[in-house]
C-alpha cells in the first residue's frame, strides 16, 4: 500500500474499521462459504435478529455485501468486488488480504 496517498490510506482504515468486530469478521468468514440467507447466519452466530441486522448494514455500506431478495427471505453475499484468493480462505480487500487460517 502506497502511504503517500492518503485516499487510500483512508480507504483502508474504514475498510479495516468496519472488520474490527467478532461478529462482522464471523459474517465474513461464514459468507466465504458462499451466500447465505439471514436465517442461515443467524442460526451460526445466535444474535437477536435486529443485532444481526446491525452488522450486516455495516458491512454492506463499507461495501463488503450485498442484500438481495429471495422471495421472503434475504440473501446475503459478498459483493463481485471482493476477490477471494487463496482456496478461499482469505480476502482481497484492495489495500490488504483478510486470511482465516
Known sequence: MNFKNASSTDF???QLKALADTTRLSVVKILMEGPKHVGEL???LKLEQSLLSHHLKILREAGFVEATRDGKAVLYHFVPTIRQVNTGKAIDLGCCL???E
Do not use: P
Open 98 to 100: 483478510l486470511c482465516f
Open 12 to 14: 483502508c482504515a474504514r
Open 42 to 44: 443467524n442460526a451460526v
